[in-house]
């Protein structure tokens, strides 16, 4: 019987080529859509838990609240507190903590014998403990010892082969580092970067022993200040974190109320993240140690996949029925030699599972093939690995199964209650009472379409909008260049004239951050007379002479920095005179008072800025002060040419002739300061390119309903050509009712649309107000595509020979 049932509907499907094929490409487009985000966001999915005992694995991270508000908010946390924890818990059974050196200075590394030296990104400073708590698969060197002592260096397998090129790399030395603050260090470890997915992506990592930033992370002991030691603990068996979690508001009063005071913070809590959790729960999070995704983004994902697979099965369900009369002779001769209702069900749902799962097959070749598509659009790194997971085999042999028997159970239901007598009389056997339900349906492809629409444009606009925002300076035809080393940064005089020499060099300065770059630098700063009740956290720059003229950032008040200016005179943009409540035209006259310990000093206000993003456009501008720094990690050039090749060949040629052994590693302001943005401009090419395709197979459902009307009004059709009827009133007869459908479409669709957009823009502290327009552009352009599609098949039923239709049968 089963092979029967298969034979019958492999026949039925040749024989009915345009309806398979069309039902066969809207299902291969909807399973291809839903295989390509499920490999995407699986792929984002299991991070860190490869990690033994991943489970018990916390990172501290901290939220400082001031003036009962909690302005600031990170994945970091003070040096002390995780072994403080240790020391405090018994709860607690290890603990570590990694410094992320890269945002402090960029070090040179390279073999000790090798004049070639590279910046390389990620540079780990690490505990000793690092491999107790986190669980890492070392090639060469032992996990237990391995950063033990000082000057100890494990590598990434991929960097030991840049440095030693196939050689063991385990006892080499290695200078990390120039001048006189170069170090040699010991290769004790190499690691493999492959081995399992981790929100902690070392390229290299360095003994926390070791002289320098290690020695201070591990002296420091005020427990409110310098959060930026990204500190973990792992949680002995059978202890739930809630347990550590409801004793830390003790913890740091016990530990750090002096600190907190000093400080200015009102409170200090301390929050438990399973690692487990970080990658996906951490969107929002200020100073992440690496990239993470945000599980908003990916539930947006699965749901755009869901409602692209539920308008492939309705558009499978609209072919179908409007097809049904074909087979209404078929059905009535099977029912007469005894065929039952339940016999004719699972036949047609055999043909819908039948193309269901061809579909799923031949999406899993065309998938492979658009993987570089796919991992372009995503930044990810998707192989054809990936489709080998069995959870990933599951949900595509469960999407198959699941989307022929939606797509196949309501027109199994309608066709199979055809009535055999009233089917043998006449082909056309459909009420056309039944075609409410299809109408909904088509509604509800018209509100997918234009919420889908909607969020393209406003995603768009408010990438623009970031794009094209003043940002305080402008950022276009401006070179940053990485100074790097202390030999560099001490010859920074004679680099600015040499490149001065150059056309098209207008202008050069430096400074310690390079915009887009997270300014970790901040101090606490209070007006003379008060106390460090009275600090405020505001973030520090160093820069040179000319800095704002290089940047084109005005100077609303006082004057730029001059050869004679000490630390002591400070710059301060516009949120800092809010901050400290200062009038404009009494800040040269102001100083800010900054503690250490027992000591303490004034700084003179002798220039006011005009506000600059010098962070994402996603936070609010930051009091900020600039002060002279003498060893700057960057170097800015303001440029006007368009012979960038020329120009960068003389610089790199006075590069080398300057400085020796040290790359010549530049970039462009504006490509960094919009790769801030990178997340929303995936977001909006994400939703884009399946918002084409939704619609693509929205067309197709359209194609099915209007067959359908088309079959249900093909006499009348007729009757109204022979008594004279135009083609275009035949035209409208058909098409009337799909303008009433896409406005019904919108009135539903477009408070959908406005509320989650409103929700998406939330997370923008300066974001675009979402305009009436754009709804009426997406409901105008459903309307557009829905004349295209509706009206070619009307025009063709339109100038069908009505003698045809009116035929006796």
């Not at 489970?55 to 508000?69: C, M």
């Not at 020391?87 to 992320?100: G, H, I, K, Q, S």
């Not at 179908?320 to 009535?332: D, H, L, M, P, Q």
Request: net charge neutral; proline share 3%.
């Amino acid at each position: 019987m089963f092979k029967n049932y298969i034979k019958i509907a492999w026949r039925n499907l040749l024989k009915n080529r345009q309806q398979t094929i069309i039902n066969l490409l809207g299902l291969t487009v909807g399973t291809v859509s839903c295989l390509a985000i499920l490999l995407y966001v699986f792929d984002q999915f299991g991070y860190d838990e490869h990690h033994k005992e991943a489970s018990s694995i916390y990172r501290v991270e901290t939220i400082i609240e001031r003036d009962g508000d909690e302005n600031f908010d990170t994945g970091a946390a003070s040096p002390p507190i995780a072994f403080a924890l240790k020391e405090d818990f018994p709860e607690v059974d290890e603990a570590t903590r990694v410094v992320l050196a890269d945002v402090f200075y960029s070090n040179l590394i390279g073999a000790a014998k090798s004049k070639d030296s590279y910046y390389e990104p990620r540079v780990y400073i690490a505990d000793s403990t690092f491999f107790k708590v986190f669980t890492y698969n070392l090639l060469e060197g032992k996990l237990e010892t391995a950063l033990n002592g000082p000057n100890s260096l494990v590598l990434s397998s991929s960097l030991a082969e840049k440095l030693f090129s196939g050689q063991n790399a385990l006892g080499k030395a290695v200078t990390w580092g120039s001048g006189e603050d170069a170090q040699t260090l010991t290769v004790t470890g190499v690691f493999d970067e492959t081995y399992g997915k981790s929100h902690l992506n070392p390229n290299y990592i360095v003994s926390m022993s070791t002289p320098g930033m290690g020695t201070f992370v591990q002296n420091f002991q005020d427990f409110a200040t310098n959060n930026f030691v990204y500190s973990y603990v792992k949680l002995k068996p059978n202890v739930a974190s809630y347990q550590v979690q409801k004793k830390l508001p003790e913890f740091i009063t016990e530990r750090g109320a002096q600190d907190l005071a000093n400080a200015g913070m009102d409170n200090k809590v301390l929050i438990l993240k399973n690692v487990t959790d970080i990658h996906l729960y951490s969107a929002g999070r200020k100073n992440q140690i690496h990239e993470v995704s945000n599980i908003k983004y990916l539930y947006f994902l699965l749901t755009l996949a869901f409602f692209i697979q539920l308008v492939a099965c309705i558009n499978f369900i609209n072919l179908s029925t409007a097809r049904a009369s074909k087979r209404a002779k078929e059905i009535g001769v099977r029912k007469v030699v005894g065929a039952g209702k339940k016999s004719l069900m699972w036949q047609f749902i055999g043909e819908s599972l039948l193309l269901s799962l061809f579909a799923m097959l031949i999406s899993i070749p065309i998938t492979i093939l658009l993987l570089p598509m796919l991992n372009e659009l995503t930044q990810a790194t998707l192989t054809y690995q990936n489709l080998l997971n069995r959870e990933i085999a599951v949900i595509l042999i469960a999407l198959g199964i699941t989307t022929g028997f939606i797509a196949g159970i309501y027109p199994a239901l309608i066709l199979s209650s055809i009535k055999p007598i009233r089917a043998l009389k006449s082909a056309v056997i459909l009420k056309s009472g039944s075609g409410g339900f299809r109408k909904a349906l088509v509604v509800f492809q018209f509100v997918v379409s234009i919420s889908l629409v909607a969020t393209v444009i406003v995603v768009t606009q408010q990438f623009k909008f970031a794009q094209s925002k003043d940002l305080g300076f402008k950022k276009d035809n401006l070179l940053a260049l990485r100074i790097g080393t202390d030999e560099a940064s001490s010859k920074f005089e004679s680099i600015k004239s040499a490149f001065l020499e150059i056309p098209g060099v207008v202008s050069v300065s430096s400074g310690n951050y390079a915009p887009s770059e997270i300014v970790l630098s901040d101090n606490g700063l209070y007006l003379p007379g008060g106390n460090r009740e009275n600090v405020k956290i505001v973030k520090r720059q160093g820069i040179s002479e000319g800095y704002f003229e290089t940047f084109d950032i005005p100077i609303v008040n006082g004057r730029d920095f001059t050869p004679s200016d000490t630390t002591d005179q400070i710059i301060v943009n516009q949120a800092t005179l809010r901050a400290f409540k200062i009038e404009e035209e009494n800040a040269l006259s102001s100083r800010l008072v900054q503690s250490f310990g027992d000591e303490s000093y004034e700084m003179r206000i002798v220039g006011v800025v005009k506000d600059y993003h010098f962070a994402s456009i996603k936070d609010e501008i930051a009091p900020l002060f600039l002060h002279k720094e003498s060893s700057p990690n960057w170097l800015f050039l303001k440029t006007e040419t368009k012979e960038y090749g020329q120009l960068l060949s003389g610089l790199e040629q006075r590069w080398n002739a300057t400085v020796k052994n040290v790359p010549f590693d530049y970039r462009f302001v504006d490509q960094e300061v919009e790769r801030l943005y990178d997340e929303e401009k995936r977001l909006g090419q994400i939703s884009l390119v399946f918002t084409i395709l939704a619609i693509l197979i929205s067309c197709l459902g359209l194609f099915g309903l209007v067959s359908y009307v088309a079959e249900q009004k093909k006499k009348e059709i007729g009757i109204r050509k022979v008594l004279g009827a135009s083609i275009g009133s035949v035209v409208q007869l058909l098409t009337k009712d799909f303008v009433v459908l896409v406005g019904i479409a919108f009135l539903i669709a477009s408070p959908i649309a406005y509320y989650f957009m409103q929700r998406w823009l939330e997370d923008f502290t300066y974001r675009i107000d979402i305009q009436w327009w754009v709804f009426l552009l997406a409901g105008g352009f459903a309307l557009v595509i829905t004349f295209l599609t509706v009206g070619f098949q009307s025009l063709k039923s339109a100038i069908a020979n009505p003698v045809k239709s009116l035929r006796t049968e």
